[in-house]
């Protein structure tokens, strides 16, 4: 059983940086997909980012260009680097994972999730 567990949330200026990481155990981190999703007030859980086995990322449009997933596989922890935060980017962020080769931006497809992080952006 897959354990995953986030850190690295808080409060952020508008045009600021936070890192996300999330820590993950009972696993083979080098075999897993590793993906971050976020829900904000009132809205659906959204697709952040995804990183797979040999280092393929994919990214949702609105954060291209301000988000970087990364992973390190000798500590079996995957990071979000957020810069230029947005107050749209407010939300609790998820960490999730699954054993599956191909990225995906499908939540059902994760079989592991995290208790998530909360990220709040203030102007």
């Known amino acids: 059983q897959v354990q995953l567990v986030e850190s690295g949330g808080g409060l952020a200026q508008v045009g600021g940086s936070l890192r996300l990481s999330c820590a993950t155990s009972?696993?083979?981190?080098?075999?897993?997909?590793m993906g971050w999703f976020r829900r904000a007030p009132g809205k659906e859980r959204e697709f952040v980012a995804a990183?797979?086995?040999?280092?393929?990322?994919r990214y949702v449009d609105s954060v291209k260009g301000r988000f970087t997933i990364s992973r390190d596989n000798a500590v079996n922890t995957v990071y979000l680097q957020m810069n230029s935060l947005k107050p749209e980017d407010t939300a609790i962020y998820y960490c999730?994972?699954?054993?599956?080769?191909?990225?995906?931006?499908?939540?059902?497809?994760?079989?592991?999730w995290g208790q998530g992080t909360q990220v709040t952006v203030s102007s």
């Open positions: 990183i797979n086995r040999p280092g393929f990322t």
């Open positions: 999730a994972a699954d054993d599956r080769f191909l990225t995906t931006s499908t939540a059902s497809e994760y079989d592991y």
């Open positions: 009972g696993g083979t981190f080098s075999r897993l997909l």
